[in-house]
């Protein structure tokens, strides 16, 4: 063996096969002047590794990555007379959003209404594959504590915003009590001042195509009582009915009562905690939601609802979540805040960050992601997205972590009555789990990690949360019943704001774009009437 | 082994950076990288979907299904890239350190990184233009020698052996440098 053996450097960068590799061991233990070689390949290796995995890379650019779509036939491009909303202007469309806005309700708690009736599913299912529910957003404007409220302890009620309008309706688990058919909106009276038309938006370039129509078939209204919502002041928080879908996620997806957690089958549904404390959920594996959403909004068109997939929207955006300690593959980054639809209600987010490494290396593979509630902390929860989705159904279950990549998973968690003493006792929420094989070792492995809730209002949460949650609630109220409700996407609007997690991250500041157009849309099919 | 049918979004935001940085080390102008690419990207879908064959060119690999896609589309890549090179003959411009951005990093850590990547890459302009793809190839892309070969249509062994050169070859460059010449951020390292 001799430093300029090509065999060497292949040891040095681990391209052997264990026979070759356990001869070049033998010789490299007589000859240290080798076994220095070799280092110093890898030292150089190092340095090339990391230093040419971060050149910049420019990506293809949205004409590109349309004809591409195009050709795979993801822009369903139906054959259609031109039908461009001709929006108003900016500015007249905030003054009719303003006016609009008005005249309806106050109220700072959000109302959340959602979705059909088990029974109702079957009947409508085929009719309207993704049939939503009504949904309204409270926009939290500040750090007041809107949550776990008990009366008499209540300390929101100081605040200048009151309620007016409905309160929620305390559901039973009766399945035949409906709640009033008619929608509560909510606004936000403090937040008013703040709405200007922005700055300026990027060029939307109308793709010369023939445009997609939207469904334009008003859908039969179904609600059901699935809003279990708690306004400050209110009566304690009535425990929910569990196992309905608030998405219309396919019957079969529904979970079986006392059958194991398993997978993403509860995904859009509220799941007991003390029925099924542990819930598992997949890697994301597509963002494909993000580019129909965003080719729709391109062309002048609202997202038809069944393109919109929350957790596909989320899952494209990249976030800053903590690196992995050093022998780790991975890191979960926890956090626990407000939920933008529903004020009595936290929002989970599970960050996961792969350690950095070569760009295609695979960091963990066979991984299993688990989180474990509290049951005395959280009374049920529900999944973020994956609507009718089973992540082996679709072949599309991904189970490998690679190097550098982030997910992100959401949770809507309903606190648990006697939650409060619990907090402030600062007990654990819940602990996610992520079990996996490392690349090479047969044994399984987990990473552990716990989340509490410190209570934290809207502002005192991470840019990251705040961006998860914001797109998260536009991908829910694009599906949901209330996409028309201009008050929902105003209120929308600010809950983008303050989240854009500076200039590293120019995708989100183009996504709000693509957010304030969506705004622009919704503005112009009311003016014109509604969806007709 | 058939070309498996991924999901062409997924697919399309794992590799276009990584491909369109390849395929511009090949002909020079980003625009042209990304043609190169987008039709890399509408070949794999024909091909995947059965509309189109296989390139005949295209070595078997038994390796996993996503490995097996990655070194098809750095081939198709490579392929696109050189006819375009072939139908476009002139001299390429090199990319300009200015028009390269950061991917991800904070103002202060991108400076340093990128004074660090330039004068790195400097270096590997001493190296012979196929000297530099493999680098390129293997470090950048994380491609196994196996997976370079088919991409390159050398031998495994050719690799290898262009591998150990170019890596010797940097090796000198670098004990050679004037120390204070060298990144602070490199010292240590070396």
């Not at chain 1, 425990?239 to 396919?250: C, D, E, V």
């Not at chain 1, 068109?301 to 979540?321: I, K």
């Not at chain 1, 989180?371 to 159904?393: D, H, K, M, R, W």
Request: glycine share 6%; charged share 20%; aromatic share 8%.
């Amino acid at each position: 063996m001799n430093a300029n053996d090509p065999m060497l450097t292949a040891y040095a960068l681990d391209e052997l096969d264990p026979r070759e590799r356990a001869q070049i061991e033998q010789l490299l233990r007589e000859n240290p002047q080798a076994a220095d070689e070799a280092d110093d390949v890898r030292k150089v290796a190092s340095m090339l590794n990391n230093t040419l995995r971060l050149e910049p890379a420019a990506g293809l650019s949205e004409e590109h990555r349309e004809a591409v779509l195009r050709a795979a036939g993801v822009l369903h491009m139906k054959p259609a007379p031109q039908a461009v909303i001709e929006g108003p202007s900016w500015w007249r469309s905030w003054q009719f959003a303003a006016t609009a806005a008005a005249c309806m309700v106050f109220g700072f708690g959000a109302y959340a209404i959602f979705d059909a009736l088990t029974e109702s599913r079957p009947k409508y299912a085929s009719e309207q594959p993704s049939k939503p529910g009504a949904m309204m957003i409270g926009v939290p404007t500040d750090d007041a504590d809107t949550r776990y409220h008990q009366p008499g302890t209540d300390t929101a009620m100081s605040h200048p915003r009151e309620i007016v309008g409905k309160p929620a309706q305390p559901y039973t688990a009766s399945t035949d009590q409906r709640p009033p058919a008619g929608k509560l909106t909510v606004f936000s009276p403090a937040i008013d001042s703040e709405l200007k038309p922005p700055p300026s938006l990027p060029e939307f370039p109308v793709v010369p195509e023939p445009a997609t129509v939207v469904s334009t078939e008003k859908s039969p209204q179904i609600i059901t009582p699935m809003g279990v919502k708690r306004f400050p002041g209110q009566q304690p928080l009535v425990q929910p009915t569990y196992g309905f879908s608030r998405t219309n996620a396919a019957p079969a997806a529904a979970p079986k009562s006392g059958s194991g957690s398993v997978s993403i089958a509860g995904a859009g549904l509220f799941q007991s905690t003390k029925e099924r404390p542990v819930s598992t959920f997949p890697l994301p594996t597509s963002t494909a939601s993000y580019a129909e959403v965003t080719a729709a909004l391109r062309r002048k068109q609202l997202p038809p609802p069944e393109s919109v997939r929350v957790d596909e929207l989320v899952n494209f955006f990249t976030f800053d979540y903590a690196l992995p300690v050093s022998g780790k593959p991975a890191a979960l980054d926890l956090e626990v805040g407000i939920c933008p639809w529903d004020a009595g209600h936290r929002l989970l987010r599970i960050g996961i960050r792969a350690k950095a490494g070569g760009s295609s290396q695979v960091m963990a593979e066979d991984v299993a992601m688990s989180v474990e509630f509290n049951p005395a902390a959280v009374a049920s929860y529900c999944l973020i997205g994956y609507e009718g989705q089973t992540g082996a159904a679709n072949g599309r279950s991904q189970t490998k972590l690679i190097a550098g990549g982030t997910a992100t998973a959401l949770y809507e968690l309903i606190p648990a009555v006697s939650s409060e003493t619990h907090l402030k006792s600062s007990t654990g929420l819940l602990t996610v789990k992520l079990n996996y094989v490392a690349p090479g070792s047969s044994s399984r492995r987990t990473i552990e990690a716990s989340a509490s809730d410190t209570s934290a209002g809207w502002l005192k949460t991470s840019d990251d949360f705040r961006w998860a949650a914001s797109v998260a609630t536009f991908g829910m109220l694009l599906r949901s019943e209330s996409a028309n409700d201009l008050a929902n996407w105003k209120q929308l609007s600010q809950l983008f704001r303050n989240s854009s997690g500076g200039p590293r991250h120019e995708e989100r500041t183009r996504f709000a774009a693509y957010v304030e157009k969506t705004i622009e849309l919704v503005s112009a099919r009311a003016a014109s009437g509604g969806r007709k | 082994m058939t070309l498996p049918a991924l999901d062409i979004v997924a697919l399309m935001n794992r590799y276009e950076r990584p491909l369109v940085r390849y395929a511009q080390s090949i002909v020079g102008e980003l625009d042209a990288a990304r043609d190169v690419v987008q039709e890399t990207f509408i070949k794999y879908v024909r091909v995947s979907s059965g509309q189109d064959a296989t390139p005949s060119a295209q070595a078997a690999n038994d390796s996993e299904p996503s490995r097996y896609v990655e070194s098809w589309l750095f081939t198709v890549a490579r392929n696109g890239s050189l006819d375009h090179l072939r139908k476009f003959s002139r001299i390429i411009p090199l990319p300009l350190p200015d028009d390269r951005r950061s991917e991800a990093a904070g103002p202060d850590e991108e400076l340093v990184n990128r004074e660090s990547a330039d004068w790195l890459l400097r270096l590997l302009d001493e190296l012979t233009p196929n000297q530099r793809e493999v680098i390129r190839l293997k470090f950048q892309n994380d491609l196994s020698y196996k997976e370079i070969a088919d991409v390159t249509g050398l031998s495994t062994t050719n690799v290898g052996f262009l591998l150990h050169v170019g890596l010797k070859k940097l090796r000198d460059l670098l004990r050679e440098a004037p120390r204070d010449s060298i990144p602070v951020h490199y010292r240590a390292a070396l």
